[in-house]
């Protein structure tokens, strides 16, 4: 089992910036990828950034160039830095952790939300 617990959403001008923070614990070993993924009112959920253990990155075209995905693997902790934020960004950001297996697991936090006014 994988707990994840976000933070730092909030309030954000357009233009400006915020970094989302995720805590693991529990079977952190095992995790094989960690991401960041939001789902804006009325839309289904979308990718935002995902980074392997191997520290391979897929980011949304979304967010290329203003978005950084960063692990520290002493605190189990995947961070998600925004800058450049637009009004669309407006979301909750739910952090997202895979356990590759024959039948693979995802677990989920409960959520950040994320708001950028005009």
């Known amino acids: 089992q994988v707990q994840l617990v976000e933070s730092g959403g909030g309030l954000a001008q357009s233009g400006g910036s915020l970094r989302l923070s995720c805590v693991a614990s529990?079977?952190?070993?095992?995790?094989?990828?960690m991401g960041w993924y939001r789902q804006a009112p009325g839309k289904e959920r979308e990718l935002v950034a995902t980074?392997?253990?191997?520290?391979?990155?897929n980011d949304a075209d979304s967010v290329k160039g203003r978005f950084i995905i960063s692990r520290d693997n002493s605190k189990n902790t995947v961070y998600l830095q925004m800058n450049s934020l637009k009004p669309e960004d407006t979301a909750v950001y739910y952090c997202?952790?895979?356990?590759?297996?024959?039948?693979?697991?995802?677990?989920w936090g409960k959520g950040t939300l994320v708001t950028v006014s005009s």
């Open positions: 997202n952790a895979v356990i590759e297996a024959v039948r693979p697991m995802n677990y």
């Open positions: 529990g079977s952190m070993s095992s995790i094989d990828v």
């Open positions: 980074l392997a253990i191997g520290g391979s990155r």
